[in-house]
């Protein structure tokens, strides 16, 4: 945590934590403060928290590298409907049962299906080889858009654990929410 307070947008990028082995490793860490925050925020409006994330979100995306992390593309299995099966498999040039044979799984008990390859298949050099037509989940990655964020703890914290841009809007808000 900086010591100084200048601005807040120069907090955020100044203090902007990268390594994701570090990452993780604060991520145990803070694991009771984090317990702590998600009930700091519980009488704060929904809505206030989803722009103050938003506004995060934005300012800290703008100043992080995807390209030099690539990190959610190596260990997320991103969901795909049977659209993306059939736009991905004629990426591969295969058909859509050849594609969902090798590369798709299927969560238990649900309808849900996902890229089953850890680094994902299409990841080269750390960039996305089919970036226009990727799955509708990764292009919504790392979902800090998305509302109600203080209902989607789990799924954050997660995200928290292995995305600089997550674990820093996450730390950020804490700054901006003057959270002890
Ligand atoms: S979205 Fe997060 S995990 Fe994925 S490449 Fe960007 S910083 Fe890394
Ligand atoms: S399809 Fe592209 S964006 Fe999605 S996980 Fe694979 S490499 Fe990453």
């Given at each position: 945590m900086c010591a100084a307070k200048p601005?807040?947008?120069?907090?955020?990028?100044?203090?902007?934590l990268l390594d994701l082995h570090i990452i993780r490793q604060k991520s145990q860490e803070l694991r009771e403060e984090n317990k702590r925050f998600k009930v700091f925020?519980?009488?704060?409006?929904?809505?206030?928290?989803?722009?103050?994330?938003?506004?995060?979100?934005?300012k800290i995306a703008a100043s992080?590298?995807?390209?030099?992390?690539?990190?959610?593309?190596?260990?997320?299995?991103?969901?795909?409907?049977?659209?993306?099966v059939q736009r991905l498999a004629k990426l591969k040039n295969i058909n859509a049962d050849e594609f969902e044979k090798e590369y798709v799984g299927k969560e238990?008990?649900?309808?849900?299906?996902?890229?089953?390859?850890?680094?994902?298949?299409?990841?080269?050099?750390?960039?996305c080889t089919i970036y226009q037509d990727r799955p509708a989940s990764c292009a919504d990655y790392p979902h800090l858009h998305?509302?109600?964020?203080?209902?989607?703890?789990?799924?954050?914290m997660?995200?928290?654990?292995?995305?600089p841009?997550?674990?820093?809007?996450?730390?950020?808000?804490?700054e901006k929410m003057d959270f002890k």
């Open positions: 601005h807040p947008f120069f907090i955020v990028v100044l203090c902007m925020l519980k009488p704060i409006p929904t809505r206030m928290v989803d722009t103050y994330v938003q506004e995060l979100e934005k992080i590298d995807c390209t030099a992390c690539g990190n959610c593309c190596k260990v997320l299995e991103p969901p795909v409907d049977d659209d993306e238990a008990n649900t309808a849900i299906h996902f890229l089953k390859c850890q680094p994902c298949i299409f990841l080269q050099n750390n960039s998305q509302p109600n964020i203080k209902y989607r703890w789990k799924s954050l997660d995200n928290y654990a292995m995305c841009i997550v674990y820093n809007v996450v730390e950020a808000l804490k």
